[in-house]
Nanobody
Framework: VQLQASGGGLVQPGGSLRLSCAASGSTSSINAIDWYRQPPGKQRGLVGSITRSGRTYVVDSVKGRFFFSRDNLKNTFYLHINSLAPEDTAVYYC?????WGQGTQVTVSS
C-alpha cells in the first residue's frame, strides 16, 4: 500500500482546506484511514479517521472543524478543515496500519 497526502499550503486564519490521501497498491486491504498531524516541535497526534463505509471518528479537540470523507472508487480519502487557526499549523499524515504517506504541510498564518 502506498499513500500520498496532498492539499496542504499556506492559509489565512479562518480559511478552509481539503487534504487528500490517495491510496495505491493493495487498496482492497484498506478498511480505514487514520489522519495524524505533527505541529512544529511537538509529537504526532491522531486527529481522526474514516472507514470505507464512511464511519468517522474525530478527536474532541478538533470536533466541529475537522471532517472526513472518502471516494472509494478513487481510493482517495479526504480531511476537510474549517475555521483554520494558527495552532492547526502542522504536517498532516494519512496512515493505514504501518503504511504512512509522506505528509503535507499546512501553515496557518496571516
Amino acid at each position: 500500500v502506498q499513500l500520498q497526502a496532498s492539499g496542504g499550503g499556506l492559509v489565512q486564519p479562518g480559511g478552509s482546506l481539503r487534504l487528500s490521501c490517495a491510496a495505491s497498491g493493495s487498496t482492497s486491504s484498506i478498511n480505514a484511514i487514520d489522519w495524524y498531524r505533527q505541529p512544529p516541535g511537538k509529537q504526532r497526534g491522531l486527529v481522526g479517521s474514516i472507514t470505507r463505509s464512511g464511519r468517522t471518528y474525530v478527536v474532541d479537540s478538533v470536533k466541529g472543524r475537522f471532517f472526513f470523507s472518502r471516494d472509494n472508487l478513487k481510493n482517495t480519502f479526504y480531511l476537510h478543515i474549517n475555521s483554520l487557526a494558527p495552532e492547526d499549523t502542522a504536517v498532516y499524515y494519512c496512515t493505514f496500519l504501518q503504511y504512512w504517506g509522506q505528509g503535507t504541510q499546512v501553515t496557518v498564518s496571516s
